[in-house]
Structures are given as C-alpha cells and as structure tokens.
C-alpha cells in the first residue's frame, strides 16, 4: 500500500485487542444505522455491504458491484469503490466501541471492477495512539483470495457524541447504538 505519513502509525502507537463483549467470531455485524449508505438496511439505493469479525478486531465484507455503482461502462466508479473501502474500515473501527470519524483516507487502484463482482473486503487497525486509529483494507476479486482490485489506508479520530447530536436526531442514534450511552 502507497500510504502517507499521515496514516502510518507513530512508533508509540498500541495494537488493539479484542474488547469484551465483541461480536463473537463469524456472527454477522448488523448496520451501525439502518439509513446509511454503506451497509444500511433501510438505505433505498446504498451499497448494502454485508460484514462480520473473524476476530474481535478486524471486519471481512462482501459488497456486490451493481449496475447502479459504474463509472465507466461495465466498471465500478473509483468514489464508490472507496465509499466501499470507507465503510469496511468504519465497521473494523467499530469493534473498538468508541465513535470514530473518517479523518483521512487514502486510496490505491489496481485493477478495474466488473458489474456483478463480488469485492471481498477486509479491514483491521495497524495501531491507535490517543484519539488517533491508523486502519487498512483491501478488496479482492471474487473471492478472499483472489487478485486485489482495491487498497486503502485511514486515519479515524474518535470524537464525542456530540459530534453526532448536532445533525442527527439523537432518539435514532440512542435506539441504534446500544454500545454507546447517549448523553447529548
Ligand atoms: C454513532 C454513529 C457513528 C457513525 C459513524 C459514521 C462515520 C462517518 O461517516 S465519518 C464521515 C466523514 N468524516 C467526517 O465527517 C469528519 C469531518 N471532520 C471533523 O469532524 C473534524 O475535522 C475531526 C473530528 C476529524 C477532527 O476535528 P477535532 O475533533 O477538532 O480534532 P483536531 O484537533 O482538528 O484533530 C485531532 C488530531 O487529528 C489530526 N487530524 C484531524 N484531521 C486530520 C486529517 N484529515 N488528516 C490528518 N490528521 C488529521 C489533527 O492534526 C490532530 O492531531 P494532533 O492531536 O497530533 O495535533
């Protein structure tokens, strides 16, 4: 993965763990909220990735590139592939049950993808230092194993529910989000 410095982890930065009370290994990861564009399952037209941990501490997902997703013809667009990528990593940083904002996130394409393609995804954190997580996907072709089409390193921050409060209506976030107590 080409990466900045800004997405590298520092020297002091810490290896995450898995948390007590993670999703058990294999158990599907639901929607973080029903109306987002990348795994909501209330969203009309979103990319309605599916997910689970193998781990604790990082996330597989499988999104299915659509007719709605192209580009060119017959190709995913680049900003959905990285929504994609976006919203893998958003789930992988999920796990750490503290609220993360995407900072920055940093793309490298390699090869096209078709319509009809599943894309495997895999996300997980190369390290966490203060309110900073360094996280990395990659998307694969048809399979865990196939050619990678898609890279990405990220830096989250971790903010404060009010950061949500301000735009959203904080009945829906306290309803979604049992892992986190709503005080705004
Ligand atoms: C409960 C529901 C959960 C839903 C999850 C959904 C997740 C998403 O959809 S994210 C959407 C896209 N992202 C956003 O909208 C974020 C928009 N940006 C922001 O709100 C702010 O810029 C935010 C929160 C990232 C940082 O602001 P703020 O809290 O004031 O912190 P700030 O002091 O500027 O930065 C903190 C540190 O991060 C660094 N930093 C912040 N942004 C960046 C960046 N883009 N690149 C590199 N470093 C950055 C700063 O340099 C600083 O570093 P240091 O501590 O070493 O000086």
Known sequence: MTRSALTTPPPDATRPRPLPGAPAPGAPLGPHYSRCFGCGDGH????????LTPDGISVVAEFTVEET????????????????????????????????????????????????????????CNGMSGRKAYLEAEGRIGSPDGPVAVRAAA??????????????????????HHEYEVNP
């Open 44 to 51: 009309p037209n979103g990319l309605h990735l599916t997910a």
């Open 69 to 124: 997703h192209q580009g060119a013809p017959g190709l995913a667009h680049g900003g959905v592939l990285a929504a994609a990528m976006d919203e893998v990593i958003g789930m992988s940083v999920w796990l750490f049950q503290r609220p993360y904002v995407t900072g920055r996130l940093e793309t490298d394409y390699l090869a096209p993808v078709p319509v009809g393609t599943v894309l495997h995804m895999r996300a997980w």
């Open 155 to 176: 830096l989250f921050i971790e903010v404060a529910m009010e950061h949500f409060a301000k735009h959203g209506d904080i009945q829906t976030i306290a309803d979604e």
